[in-house]
């Protein structure tokens, strides 16, 4: 809960308050009628607003009639990065007005008041990196409920847990901040003390996770990804957002293997920042090697750290597993659980649309993850060439519409450089031609390396031509779209049965 007068004071304490308006008049300070003015509900969607709600105007094209439907249904305060004194008046709206530099901070930071700081009440993990991070966010998720019982919640792309049992399909990587904060509010109150999570590099550029402290951030990887005019710019930009998520951590874990390492341990080091290394690399804190069959071998190369020599399994398929089940390893051992512990946890992780096998009984092996750029695709196809020399590689994949643009010719390379046939169909449109997708990733598609290529927009035909194209021995992998059973269209959701719905049925 939150007074009118202990939301100016955050907002002030974090630079972020510029004015108030009452009546059309404008002040710095609240008089002392105001003060103790109750805030019972934050919200930024005017369809749930109730009495003595404070509304947030946020979005760079706000429409100012979800502002006057906020007020008529009760908000008795809104928050805005401009004066709206006109379309008050003219509308004879009462309500005070809080103008503010930054509407994505000052969400988060009332946000944050509002739900009395419950980021304090529970040990906070979060994993970044262009791939990776589910699998990661699963593994550490297992390996403390192995040692702790069902006190850990979890939010991430697939979906979220924040009372240690039942689990929610996630819309976001990494929820807006007013969402963000009422979720940890509500695992707080299911008793949660752990909280693992995802977080994107949106999520700071949009200032999602502002004042979040984490207790240990993780950097898995990074490559080009999410580069458009709606997301970053180009990659030195996704570079710094991912990099936030050191100064925003009390301990850091991050990869050797990331081409920017120096930067991001000079940035650690300008800030305190404990750090702790892992990767193939013989400097590591952590090394690890792989073996066959879901086998690897860890060796501690820092005689002041919890100790993990020995060797671990994995039963989600995948050579780059080894370093995601690493990275949570790491923050375990931190925890001070003990490597038995650990290796329960990772025999007993799985992970919803990664990697899911099925096998026919005429020997076609089926392959179902959500694998959708470069760096992801050609890890899953490495493994599966490797386990399945013999057979063909049948891919069906797609990129998103209106964001991502550079994934498309990632795509390409990753198709040129494993697949036999590729089938490119439709993924979520966002409102974008899906032809044109196709057409565009089929634009890249030419190399030494032959594939053959088959354009099918309607994704559950693509899929099945693949299974009918598919002989004994050979590996149809389906990118993308996991478990989920709907594509996101310029509407909405449209219903679609599911990739691996379809894999489930085409292997019986």
Known sequence: MLSLQGAIDLLKAHQLF???????QRHYDLSDSLKDQPINQLTYDSRQVEAQALFICKGLHFNTQYLIDAIHKGAVAILSSQAQVEIVKAQQLRAIQIVVNDVQKAMAVLARGFYGNPDEQLTMIGYTGTKGKTTSVYFARHILQA??????????SIDNCLNGTDYVESHLTTPESLDLFRMLREAVDHGMKYLVMEVSSQAYKKSRVYGLQFDYGVFLNISPDHISPVEHPNFDDYLYCKS???EH??????SREIAA???LIEKARERNVPVISFGVRPGCDYQYQAEEHGYFKVKTNRNLLPQLDGQYRVMVPGNFNYANALSAMIVAAQLKIKPATIKQGLLETVVPGRMEMMTSPNGIIACVDYAHNYLSLTASFA????EYPQGRLIVVVSSVGNKAESRRSGI????????????LTSDDT???????????????LSGPKPVEVLEILDREAAVRQAFALAQPQDVVFLAAKGREQYLRVASGNQPYFGDYQLAQELTK
Do not use: C, P, R, T
């Open 383 to 386: 493994f599966l060439k490797h």
């Open 249 to 254: 951590s009390k301990q850091i874990i991050i």
């Open 430 to 444: 966002y409102g974008e031609d899906q032809q044109k997708v196709i057409q565009e990733i089929h634009s890249y």
């Open 244 to 246: 936030q998520i050191i």
């Open 147 to 156: 040692q702790y019982g069902s006190n850990v919640a979890q939010l991430s």
């Open 412 to 423: 390409a390379k990753a198709l040129m450089e494993y697949a036999d046939i590729a089938i």
């Open 18 to 24: 510029e004015e108030v308006i009452i009546n059309q």
């Open 261 to 263: 390492y120096d930067l």
